[in-house]
């Protein structure tokens, strides 16, 4: 399968991009990782808080699913359809039916916590697709996106950039390795009796976090005032405030 059809340029961004674009080598980066449920989104969230923009590789695959439906729901009406078989190949005949009864749509990408049917369309295509095409595919559009933030702060600015970036969903080990090739570092979350649906939890995206090796560890067991203090005393180890 070429993935004609399904790929997503964003040339918008690239843009943006200065010639061997920014860097973040000056930058704090802290990944998240840590089971569904234990809590890496609030971690990211309170890092913001603290001044930290927030990314994460999900988003890009967010976009691309979002893509995905729209071309298979409206596709067809502008001369863009065609590759059923190989959306079928990919996604499997029970999701496939669920986009053309509309019981899957672009917007529900976004829903938190996902739909199971939802979930499994995200899985299939970032790991059983894209990553089956190159391990680093996420890796690569994050950083670039990254980069092309800075580029942009840089021409607005002339010399700012993202001092300070989280990355909320770290599952694979690769990815925590681009982290720490840009002098980054891993926090893992735990939740006690936090435990995913099956369905997640089997998944390679899921127990693949568990080979990661983390520099830090936050125990997510009480309230998020709790939670808050403990990733303010973790970041204040890493930022001049």
Same mark, same amino acid.
């Given at each position: 399968?070429?993935?004609?059809?399904?790929?997503?340029?964003?040339?918008?961004?690239?843009?943006?991009?200065?010639?061997?674009?920014?860097?973040?080598? #000056?930058?704090?980066?802290?990944?998240?990782?840590?089971?569904?449920?234990? +809590? /890496?989104?609030? %971690?990211? &969230?309170?890092? @913001?808080?603290?001044?930290?923009?927030?990314?994460?590789?999900?988003?890009?695959?967010?976009?691309?699913?979002?893509?995905?439906?729209?071309?298979?729901?409206?596709?067809?009406?502008? #001369?863009?359809?065609?590759?059923?078989?190989?959306?079928?190949?990919?996604? +499997? /005949?029970?999701? %496939?039916? &669920?986009?053309? @009864?509309?019981?899957?749509?672009?917007?529900?990408?976004?829903?938190?916590?996902?739909?199971?049917?939802?979930?499994?369309?995200?899985?299939?295509?970032?790991?059983?697709?894209?990553?089956?095409?190159?391990?680093?595919?996420?890796?690569?559009?994050?950083?670039?996106?990254?980069?092309?933030?800075? &580029?942009?702060?840089?021409?607005?600015?002339?010399?700012?950039?993202?001092?300070?970036?989280?990355?909320?969903?770290?599952?694979?080990?690769?990815?925590?390795?681009?982290?720490?090739?840009?002098?980054?570092?891993?926090?893992?979350?735990?939740?006690?009796?936090?435990?995913?649906?099956?369905?997640?939890?089997?998944?390679?995206?899921?127990?693949?976090?568990?080979?990661?090796?983390?520099?830090?560890?936050?125990?997510?067991?009480?309230?998020?005032?709790?939670?808050?203090?403990?990733?303010?005393?973790?970041?204040?180890?890493?930022?001049?405030?």
């Amino acid at each position: 399968m070429t993935g004609e059809g399904i790929t997503v340029r964003n040339q918008g961004a690239k843009a943006l991009a200065i010639s061997g674009a920014m860097k973040l080598c #000056g930058s704090t980066i802290i990944g998240i990782t840590g089971f569904s449920g234990s +809590g /890496k989104d609030t %971690v990211a &969230a309170l890092l @913001a808080m603290r001044g930290f923009t927030r990314y994460a590789f999900a988003d890009e695959l967010r976009e691309e699913v979002r893509n995905v439906i729209s071309l298979l729901l409206y596709g067809a009406e502008h #001369g863009a359809g065609g590759h059923e078989d190989a959306y079928l190949e990919v996604y +499997g /005949k029970e999701i %496939v039916e &669920a986009i053309y @009864a509309y019981e899957l749509l672009p917007e529900m990408v976004y829903a938190k916590p996902a739909p199971p049917l939802m979930r499994q369309l995200l899985q299939r295509h970032g790991t059983e697709f894209r990553r089956t095409q190159d391990p680093n595919y996420w890796v690569s559009k994050l950083m670039e996106k990254i980069d092309n933030s800075d &580029a942009a702060l840089m021409a607005l600015y002339g010399g700012a950039n993202s001092d300070f970036v989280s990355i909320s969903d770290v599952r694979f080990a690769n990815e925590a390795d681009a982290i720490r090739e840009r002098g980054g570092k891993i926090w893992r979350v735990t939740r006690p009796n936090a435990h995913a649906p099956d369905g997640i939890l089997h998944h390679i995206s899921e127990s693949g976090q568990s080979e990661i090796v983390a520099d830090e560890t936050l125990v997510n067991d009480g309230t998020v005032y709790d939670l808050a203090l403990k990733v303010r005393g973790l970041s204040s180890r890493e930022v001049p405030f």
